[in-house]
C-alpha cells in the first residue's frame, strides 16, 4: 500500500517536471541531461522484455510511416495549422484516404511524433522539428539509401563471415545496390540524392545537443594568430570535403578578422550545387572541385580541416586521403585537424553507435577511439599534438602536425594492399 502511494507521488513529481520542462528545465544543459539519463533508467526498468522487442521489432514500420507522412507533408499541414485537425480535412489536404490517415496517424501519435486531440490531430514539438529541412532530408536519406541496405546486412556477414570490412572495394552497401562504386559516386548518378544528403549534413538532425567545434574550438588560436601570409600559396584554412560549407561560414562569422585565404574543397557535384544554390556563402569562401584521392593543389596552408571524412573510410582510403594532405603540408609550421567522433571506452550514446554501424555498412569506415586515432594518424606520418574533446557531446578535434622523425611509412597488415605514398 505504501509502496503503491510511493510510485502515485513519484508519477504526480514525474508530470510535474515534464510540464515544466519546455520551459524551464531544457534551458539548463546539465539539469536536462540528468533528468535525461534518470528517465532512460526509468524507462529500462519499467520496460518488460517483450516491450523492448516489440518496439524493435516495429521500427521498421514507424521509419515507413514517418516516411509515408513526409510525402503527405502532413508534418507541414499540421504545423500551418491554428489547431487541431480533423481527419476528414486532414486527408483532404494531404490527398488520402480518410482511413489511411488514421491508420498512420495512429501510429505516428504512438511514436510522439503528433498528437490525438479532439477526435483529430494536432502538431507537437517533434512535427514542428520534421519540417526543418536538414531534419526532413534525414529522414529521407536513412529511409531510401538506408533500408535497402539493412535488407542485405545478415546475409552479407554470413557471408564474409562476420567480418569487418577491410577494404573499400567491399562493404553491404556495394553488395546492396550491386555496385562498384562508393557511396558518394554512386548517389552522385541518381537524381537529387546528393543534394539530399548535402542539406541531411547542414544540421544533421538538428540537434541542440550536439555541439559544433565552432561552438568552442579556438580556431583563432590554432589557425589564425599563427598563420603567415608569406607560406605557401597563402590559404590560411582548407577545409577538405566540406559539404556545403556550413563550417566554414560558421568559421567566418565567428572570426571576422580571420587572417589569410580560407578555401572549401568537395567534389564537382557539390561545388556546383553550392554555385546554383540561393543561399550563399561569404564572399571570403572560395571554393573548388577536388578529389580528396588526388594531389592536394593548394600547398603550406595553415591549417588543413576534414570534418566527418575520415570516419566514412576504411584505414587503406584514410591513409590516402591522409597522404595527399601530408604532402601539401609545409613542415614544423601547416596544421591538420580532424573534427570527428572520438569513440568513449564504454557508454556510447545513440548518435555515436548509430553512426558507427552506419559507417560499418555504408562505406566500411568506422568511428574511431583515442588509441584508433593514434593508429592511424601516426600510421600516415603525423604526430597528434592534442585530441581536444568539447565541453558536451559532439565531435572531437584531433590537431596534428607532420612527424618530423618519420620519412617513411609502414602500412599495417589490414592495408597492405594499399599503396601510400608519402612523398617527402
Ligand atoms: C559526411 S560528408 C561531410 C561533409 C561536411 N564536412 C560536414 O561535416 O558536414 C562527406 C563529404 O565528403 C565529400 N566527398 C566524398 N568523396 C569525396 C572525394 N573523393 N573528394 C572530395 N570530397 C569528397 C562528400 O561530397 C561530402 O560532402
Redesign the pocket.
Known sequence: MEQAHEIQALAQEIHMVAMRAPAGVSQDPEASKRLRQLSKNLTSCLQTPDQVVMSTAYSGLKLACVRIAINMRLFDTLTRSDGPLGVKDLAKTCNADESFVLRVGRMLVEMRFIDEMDGGFSANAVTKHMTIPSVEAGMKIHFDQGFPILVHTPAYFEFNGYQVPISEDDSPFKWAFNTTDDV?THWSKQPGV?ETF?VF?QGMFQSSQWLAPTDWFPFDEVCFDSFDQARGDGYSFV?????KG??MQALVEKYPNARGKLLL???PA?IEDIAKSSRKLSCRIETMA????DEQPITGAKTYFL???LH?WTDGVCLKILANVRQAMTRGYSKLLVSNIVMPDSGASLAETGLDILMLLCTGGSQRNDEQWHNLLETAGFRIVKIWMPPGAGNGVIEAAVDLGRQSVECPKAVSEVEVCLKE
Do not use: A
Open positions: 558518394y546528393m548535402s549534413m577545409e577538405i570535403g566540406g559539404g556550413d563550417r574543397q568537395d567534389t557539390v577536388y578529389d580528396f584521392l570534418e566527418n571524412i566514412n
